[in-house]
């Protein structure tokens, strides 16, 4: 019911803008877009992606879009689409490289995580924290354990090239991956690996967290 409320609130929204300030409604359709998203409906958004004027806000339009369809069920196409709008057109940022393999690794979808991170070295783009963190999720969440040691031995040594270990971040992303494929062996030696002396509040709490969740 929340939902069908909130799509009637964001269609009205649309319509009177479009009555009363079409300039401001372009300006704010990558929001509505990402709203429609939260909404699950795909359909929708996608409506108001094909209305808009792109002149000025191709790049937040095309971002809320393929975001839109990621956190849908269409993930092939969102990646269809970032491939196309971003990473041959050079427009690809690190942040973005981080939310799509986020997704990814909630999905427990390694191979497609892996391709992402494939191309992230084709066009020599460095990871931010989050992205690394959720490839190494994701490479614990890969049941193929042969394939699995070998992506992380390789994530590993492009992180190092990068001039970069694998830090208590990277760590806690190994023990998600895991705990959530039962692998309890694997997690108690990456466990014994964290240097929780030197670690952040925050990474100490995600620390605790996923202990807990072990337990």
């Known amino acids: 019911m929340g939902h069908i409320a909130g799509k009637r609130i964001l269609r009205h929204i649309e319509n009177d803008l479009a ?14 877009i990402q709203a429609y998203a939260h909404l699950d409906s795909p359909e929708d958004a996608q409506r108001c992606y094909e209305a808009a004027d792109r002149t000025g806000h191709e790049e937040r339009l095309d971002w809320s879009m393929c975001l839109c369809l990621l956190w849908s069920t269409r993930h092939k196409e969102a990646q269809a689409m970032f491939d196309k709008q971003f990473v041959a057109t050079g427009r690809a940022m690190p942040v973005m490289f981080g939310k799509i393999m986020a997704r990814y690794a909630s999905l427990a979808n390694a191979q497609a995580a892996y391709a992402l991170f494939d191309t992230m070295k084709r066009i020599d783009s460095k990871p931010i924290a989050l992205c690394l963190e959720k490839l190494a999720q ?11 040691s070998k992506r992380l031995a390789e ?21 998600h991956g895991y705990n959530k494929s039962h692998q309890d062996d694997m997690f108690d030696m990456v466990a014994s690996k964290v240097d929780l002396d030197n670690a952040k509040p925050n990474q100490l709490f995600k620390f605790w967290l996923v202990t807990m969740n072990n337990a």
């Open 138 to 148: 994701a490479c614990a969440l890969d049941l193929d354990t042969d394939r699995s």
């Open 19 to 32: 009555r009363r300030n079409p300039i401001f409604l372009n300006a704010l359709r990558p929001n509505l």
């Open 155 to 175: 994530v590993v040594g492009f992180m190092r090239s990068w001039g970069r270990n694998p830090d208590t971040r990277f760590l806690i992303g190994l023990m």
